[in-house]
């Protein structure tokens, strides 16, 4: 067993750590260390009846159970039930600890994040669960959106329950580069009659405020993941706060890393909240407050 070390140092904002693996293929998949657990040679997992394509069943790990899914099987690229599939990630997504079933671990490596390419336009199917690429050591590797492949078998919402509707004119900017997470949140804002605009990272998001400032269209309100391509949420903040123009719109925090670290590395750069993915409801309810 081998318990992974997040380093929770001010060098997050330029980069970031990724634990590499292998899954039924050539490929080289990567995950942000922020929500590697640890790492097991496969244990026992105790089948679930009539489990849903991807679920293998659950493990007991220190009194804690904990679901076990085949990632190979959830992104398309074969079974997971045999033997090479030997290691287990324990991830924690969303304050929920999950255990992603691959054939190999291979090492961890610091990446910058502009390094990491955007894959957001690409439009074959099996993209939708990447959430870019980056060169390491002249191989290609692909960062998966965990939230978008979970959510195959997981619900990690309560079906878009709001705190209440604003009745007066607001404009929200959300960027977020995970497909799933961009529907939940204008689902959320459409239902409460805000007006959305959206982008796929951080680079897009502040070219996007500026243009939209610029044409008398006031943003009262920025809500930004962390961990984008390009330019991740803590950079594009420092941004908005360093521009004159930008510098008094509020900003929400969206993130699946629900450690303390982040709640307050954004609490320290002035941000208003924190909501960890995917609690819809807190999130209503926290705009709220902000745009009243």
Known sequence: ????????DSDY?????????????KEIFGLNVFKVHEVLKRPDITRIPNAPLGLKGNISLRGEIIPVVGLSELMGLGSSDDDSQGILIVSEINE?????????????VRVNWNAIEDVGNILDQSAHD?????????????????????????????GAVIKGVVTKNINVLFVDDSLVARKKINEVLE??????????NGVEAFEKLKSLTNIGTKIDLVLSDIEMPKMNGYELVSKIKASNLLKDIPILMFSSLSTNVNRQQAEKMGIQDYVVKFHMEELSEKILKVVN
Do not use: P, W
């Open 191 to 200: 239902k409460m009659g805000i007006n959305a605009y959206s982008a796929n």
């Open 1 to 8: 067993m081998e318990e992974i070390q997040n380093n929770t």
């Open 13 to 25: 904002h330029d980069s970031f750590e990724i634990l590499t693996f292998d899954l039924n293929s």
């Open 130 to 158: 990447i959430v870019g690429i980056v060169n390491i050591e002249e191989k290609l590797v692909s960062i998966i959106d965990i939230e978008n492949v979970l959510c195959k078998v997981f619900s990690f919402d309560s």
């Open 96 to 108: 929920k600890m999950i255990g992603l079933l691959v054939n190999r671990v291979d090492k961890i």
